[in-house]
């Protein structure tokens, strides 16, 4: 079983900074791309900003400049440390990721989600 697991959420004012880490476990061969999600109430849910393997990323142009993702590949998890907060940030956070699941190349393709963690950025 596979499974991704965040932490970090919480209340900020404007203006401060969150990071938000999501570690993925069980039998895992590889991670491929990692992401995180936001869904606001009464939204869809949207691509917050991804990152490659190989460490290339994307990000949603309303936190370009202000939000970083990262990954440490040894240890399975991706961060995004976010800057610069506004109330507009505030949403459930999910993690994503595509897992090779298995101890082989051969392994299953999962697209796994996490639990999600709320963000809540307000005075």
């Known amino acids: 079983q596979v499974q991704l697991v965040e932490s970090g959420g919480g209340l900020v004012q404007p203006g401060g900074s969150l990071r938000l880490s999501c570690a993925a476990s069980?039998?895992?061969?590889?991670?491929?791309?990692m992401a995180w999600y936001r869904q606001a109430p009464g939204k869809q849910r949207e691509l917050v900003a991804a990152?490659?393997?190989?460490?290339?990323?994307n990000y949603a142009d309303s936190v370009k400049g202000r939000f970083t993702i990262s990954r440490d590949n040894a240890k399975n998890t991706v961060y995004l440390q976010m800057n610069s907060l506004k109330p507009e940030d505030t949403a459930v956070y999910y993690c994503?990721?595509?897992?090779?699941?298995?101890?082989?190349?051969?392994?299953?393709?999962?697209?796994?989600w996490g639990q999600g963690t709320l963000v809540t950025v307000s005075s």
């Open positions: 994503y990721a595509e897992i090779n699941a298995g101890s082989n190349p051969s392994g299953r393709y999962l697209e796994v």
């Open positions: 990152i490659s393997s190989g460490g290339s990323t």
């Open positions: 069980g039998s895992i061969f590889s991670i491929y791309t």
